[in-house]
C-alpha cells in the first residue's frame, strides 16, 4: 500500500465548477499536508499548505485535512480554465523526513 | 518563499556521458533534495543533500550514478552520471523552510532540469 493514495484523473469540469481533488494517506504520523499545483513543462508549486487537522482557504481554493479518516482535500470554487494542471498531494511527519506525493490528479477545466 | 533557478532548464545528451545539474536558492537552507520525475508520473526522490553532511540517498539511487555536491547553504549540484536513455527525465531541485520553534515547514521546488539521453 502507498503512504499517499491519489486518484490519477484525469478530472474533466466545465468552466465554474466547484472541484474536489482527494487523497488519502496511511501513516498516523503524518501531520503536515501540502497541495502542489503543477502546470506541463514547469516545476511543482506550493498551493496550499496545512497542519494537522483543519481547513484552510486561500481565495478560491480550500484545503481540508480529515486526521480521523486520514483524508486530505482540496477544493477549488468557480474553476477557471487557468485551473488546468496537475494537482499533486504530499504529505509527511515533520523534521528530516522525507515528502510523500501522490501521483497527481490531472485536471481540466473546458470553457 | 523561496525563489531557486536550476541550469540547464534542458539538454539533449548522449549516451555514456555525464551532465551536471546546478540548483542555486535565493536564501540560505538547511534541507535541499533532489528529485526525478518521469514522464507523467509523480515525484521520486533521489537524494537529501543537507549542507554540512553528506548526502542520504533512496533506495535505487547510488552515489557513483548521482554523486551530489552541497558546497553552501545556497547551491547545490546533482551530476547525472554515465547516462542512459533511461535516465531521460525531469529532475528537480527543492528546499524545505523551516518557520518558528514548533517547526512550520514548507517545500519548494525549482523549476526543473528536462533531460534527454540519446
Known amino acids: 500500500q502507498k503512504e499517499v493514495e491519489q486518484d490519477p484523473g484525469p478530472l474533466s469540469v466545465p468552466e465554474g465548477a466547484i472541484v474536489s481533488l482527494n487523497c488519502t494517506y496511511s501513516n498516523s504520523a503524518f501531520q503536515y499536508f501540502m497541495w502542489y499545483r503543477q502546470y506541463s513543462r514547469k516545476g511543482p508549486e506550493l498551493l496550499m499548505y496545512?497542519?494537522?487537522?483543519g481547513n484552510k482557504e486561500d481565495g478560491r481554493f480550500t484545503a481540508q485535512v480529515d486526521k480521523s479518516s486520514k483524508y486530505i482535500s482540496l477544493f477549488i470554487r468557480d474553476s477557471q480554465p487557468s485551473d488546468s494542471a496537475t494537482y499533486l498531494c504530499?504529505?509527511?511527519?515533520?523534521?528530516?523526513?522525507?515528502?510523500?506525493f501522490g501521483a497527481g490528479t490531472r485536471l481540466a477545466v473546458h470553457p | 518563499s523561496a525563489v531557486i533557478s536550476q541550469k540547464p532548464s534542458r539538454d539533449i545528451c548522449q549516451r555514456g556521458t555525464s551532465l551536471t545539474i546546478q540548483c542555486q536558492v535565493d536564501?540560505?537552507?538547511?534541507?535541499m533534495f533532489w528529485y526525478r520525475q518521469q514522464p507523467g508520473q509523480s515525484l521520486t526522490l533521489i537524494a537529501t543533500a543537507n549542507q554540512g553532511s553528506e548526502a542520504t540517498y533512496e533506495s535505487g539511487f547510488v552515489i557513483d550514478k548521482f554523486p551530489i555536491s552541497r558546497p553552501n547553504l545556497t547551491f547545490s549540484t546533482l551530476t547525472v552520471s554515465n547516462m542512459s536513455p533511461e535516465d531521460s527525465s525531469i529532475y528537480l531541485c527543492?528546499?524545505?523552510?523551516?518557520?518558528?520553534?514548533?517547526?512550520?515547514?514548507?517545500?519548494?521546488f525549482g523549476p526543473g532540469t528536462r533531460l534527454t539521453v540519446t
Open positions: 527543492s528546499v524545505r523552510l523551516t518557520y518558528d520553534r514548533i517547526g512550520s515547514y514548507e517545500q519548494y
Open positions: 536564501s540560505q537552507v538547511t534541507m
Open positions: 504530499a504529505s509527511f511527519s515533520g523534521g528530516y523526513n522525507k515528502l510523500i
Open positions: 496545512t497542519y494537522s487537522s
